[in-house]
């Protein structure tokens, strides 16, 4: 427990500016590698096997977001509660959290595995996917889904050790995985591909990587872990309900995502068939790259945020907030100038097709122009799934997901004929209008926050 303490301290105590060092560059570079393993089986399928394949990746990957909502759901209610729980010093609490975890992966992951491996293909068609898409996207995706256990158990742990304070550690268990699943891509296409199965090698090397990742996450549990181990696997009557209270809105931020990038390609092809499809595939998969390292700097303010607020020094989370959301608006603008210069560039990462990177460049730049918002964004809901405000966090991920974008991008493209464009419009508008809701919502928060007292400094 000593390690624990320790953590605790510096989560209480260090100065916010190293300490957001401390917490984000771990996080980030942990979050990055993962988001370019998605990111390489697309360029490796799309250089190697062909654009059409290419495309059925990128039609595949939202349906991946079903595992990755479900592990968020239950890695980002657990960190959650195991921050505060730091903070207060609940010992009873924390030895339970893992213990629960694992039970409701078990549970989830089988019925994933199940309907996801039975219902392939039907899933695709509700994106819209062309016949030749649909049929290379549902060899990919329901090998994905056979690997369900192996990427829900290691993403929600992950996020556990996280909550924990142990940022180093959470980064090198998952880029170790990571960066496994890079080296077999190009290895096992090259093998498989004479047999004809280029595209299910991308699927094969990423779910052994998973399996890896697993394996080395419950071994870390089980001998490594200072304080959170996995004794008892039950289901927590208790503690399951304030998981899933702040696990919903990660849970909702994955799944919508689903179906926000389902309408896009749906509508993509009533605008402009298969070679829209092929150039949304290819900025939402960079888009997409872009914004995990984002999402990591959060996952190095969840800690943070959570164990001050358990520790009531409320002072304390508005400073940090302040630190994490400029730190985060910094970061995005790594991906957003190179973006905003050299599109055609950008998506000649992933199409190799003669002239066809360079007729989606103007609206690609144009889905991108909002970007350096997603900061403000991504810190306001970690902020309130970090001090349990489940229904802020919940709110703020449907407006931008379906409230505000769904509207938008069925609207858009019939007015002032701008069609396809009008797609690629609704992304980014939409992000421009939340930043304002995002702001207020964070700011009456603030408001609402007692002024820390001295006992808690």
């Known amino acids: 427990m000593k390690q624990a303490l320790d953590t605790r301290t510096k989560l ?3 100065s916010p500016w190293p300490l957001m060092l401390e917490l984000s560059i771990p996080a980030v570079l942990g979050m990055a590698v993962v988001g370019l393993y998605n990111l ?13 394949q290419m495309g059925a990746v990128s039609v595949s990957y939202p ?12 890695g980002v209610g657990s960190a959650s509660v195991l921050s505060r729980a730091i903070g207060k010093k609940d010992e009873d609490t924390i030895k339970k959290i893992m213990g629960n975890l694992v039970a409701m992966v078990l549970l989830l992951s089988a019925i994933y595995t199940m309907i996801g491996m039975t219902f392939t293909r039907q899933l695709l068609t509700l994106a819209g996917a062309s016949e030749n898409i649909l049929n290379y996207a549902e060899k990919y995706l329901r090998i994905v889904f056979a690997g369900s256990l192996f990427v829900n158990f290691f993403q929600s742990a992950n996020m556990v050790i996280r909550g924990e304070g142990q940022l180093k550690k959470a980064m090198t268990i998952i880029a170790s995985g990571a960066i496994l699943n890079i080296i077999l891509d190009p ?8 047999y004809g199965m280029g595209i299910e090698a991308a699927a094969y090397a990423t779910v052994f990587s998973q399996f890896v990742q697993a394996a080395v996450t419950f071994w870390y549990f089980k001998k490594k872990s200072p304080h959170v181990k996995i004794g008892r696997i039950r289901i927590d009557r208790v503690l399951l309900p304030q998981v899933l209270s702040v696990g919903v809105s990660a849970l909702l931020m994955q799944v919508l995502t689903l179906v926000q990038q389902t309408v896009i390609y749906r509508v993509a092809a009533n605008y402009g068939g298969e070679t829209q499809q092929i150039l949304l595939g290819a900025a939402l998969r960079f888009w997409n790259f872009s ?16 164990t001050n607020y358990g520790a009531q020094d409320y002072d304390r989370v508005k400073t940090l907030t302040r630190v994490f959301l400029i730190s985060a608006t910094l970061l995005s603008l790594v991906f957003y100038i190179p973006a905003e210069l050299f599109p055609e560039k950008v998506l000649s990462m992933f199409i190799t097709t003669p002239g066809v990177a360079a007729s989606g460049a103007a609206n690609f730049r144009i889905l991108f122009s909002t970007y350096v918002l997603q900061g403000s964004f991504l810190i306001a809901v970690t902020l309130f799934q970090s001090i349990g405000k489940a229904g802020k966090a919940t709110w703020l991920v449907l407006f931008r997901q379906i409230i505000l974008f769904v509207p938008l991008c069925v609207v858009l ?3 002032g004929g701008m069609g396809i464009r009008g797609v690629w419009l609704a992304i980014a508008l939409t992000d ?11 700011l009456s928060e603030f408001r609402k926050m007692p002024a820390t007292s001295n006992e808690n400094r």
């Open 432 to 442: 421009a209008v939340l930043v304002v809701i995002t702001v207020s919502m964070m």
């Open 187 to 194: 290895i096992f296409i090259t093998v498989l591909s004479p």
């Open 413 to 415: 493209p019939m007015i």
């Open 12 to 14: 209480l105590t260090k």
């Open 291 to 306: 914004f995990v390292p984002l999402w990591g700097i959060s996952q190095g303010f969840q800690p943070a945020a959570g």
């Open 63 to 74: 349906f991946t977001l079903i595992n990755a909502g479900s592990a968020a759901m239950l």
């Open 40 to 52: 390489m089986d697309s360029i490796f399928v799309g250089q190697m096997v062909g654009s059409v």
